[in-house]
């Protein structure tokens, strides 16, 4: 089975903080997504990586940041966390088979105080 | 990208067929159809895709007219574990390896007793 992991589960951090959240993927994908997900809104895309060190913004990626140093890690850093960023946040990666289906990971909810 | 437009929410009662009905008005010649279904606290997970016509798997089934500017997903005899939200997204060429895709707030499925 494809396994999408994310780093936290739950995760509380103070204004102006660093923040970083983790995704690995074991399926050697080559593209990796994260979004996040607010009542109301859908999931939105803020990046995606489609290789090792390429990435592309999304729809909102204005305060985050994103890291692909290996193939099977994508990070999405938020500089300095803001209470607006309070969310839950999915990882993502896609195998290119016949439906081209993403494969998600659990997420991480994210409390910003 | 195509957008989607579907119900914010349905309700229904065991045993009985749900049919959620998406409108993608501007889907593009290459856009295939796919459903996601998204449980509490977890990441979406791939239900169905199709391109025209019909498509059924051991989960649903999805109903695309010729025109392709709507579908229907089709849930038999639904039971209270079907009780989610279910997204209906357009874009991702099969042929390609991108995935890149827009997924709207989706429609919030309650199976009652």
């Known amino acids: 089975d494809v396994k999408v992991t994310q780093s936290s589960r739950y995760l509380v951090k103070r204004t102006g903080e660093k923040v970083f959240l983790e995704c690995v993927q074991d399926?050697?994908?080559?593209?990796m997504f994260w979004y996040r997900q607010d009542p109301g809104l859908g999931l939105r895309l803020i990046y995606f990586?489609?290789?090792?060190?390429?990435?592309e913004k999304g729809d909102i990626p204005e305060g985050y940041s994103v890291s692909r140093e290996k193939k099977e890690r994508f990070s999405l850093i938020l500089e300095s966390a803001s209470t607006n960023q309070t969310s839950m946040y999915l990882c993502?990666?896609?195998?290119?088979?016949?439906?081209?289906?993403?494969?998600f990971g659990p997420g991480t909810r994210l409390t910003v105080l | 990208l195509a957008k989607t437009t579907q119900p914010i929410s349905m309700d229904s009662y065991e045993g009985q067929e749900v049919n959620i009905t998406c409108s993608h008005n501007?889907?593009?010649?290459?856009?295939?159809i796919t459903w996601y279904q998204q449980f509490p606290s977890q990441g979406p997970r791939f239900i169905i895709q199709?391109?025209?016509t019909k498509v059924t798997n051991e989960v649903a089934s999805l109903f695309i007219p010729a025109d392709r500017k709507s579908s229907t997903l089709s849930l038999p005899r639904v039971s209270l574990s079907d009780t989610a939200v279910y997204y209906c997204?357009?874009?991702?060429?099969?042929?390609?390896?991108?995935?890149?895709?827009?997924f709207g707030r989706g429609t919030q499925l309650t199976v009652w007793p």
């Open positions: 993502a990666s896609i195998g290119g088979g016949e439906n081209n289906e993403q494969f």
């Open positions: 399926m050697d994908h080559e593209n």
């Open positions: 990586s489609y290789d090792v060190k390429m990435k």
């Open positions: 501007n889907i593009a010649t290459n856009d295939y």
């Open positions: 199709g391109y025209k």
């Open positions: 997204l357009v874009g991702a060429d099969r042929g390609s390896t991108l995935g890149r895709l827009y």
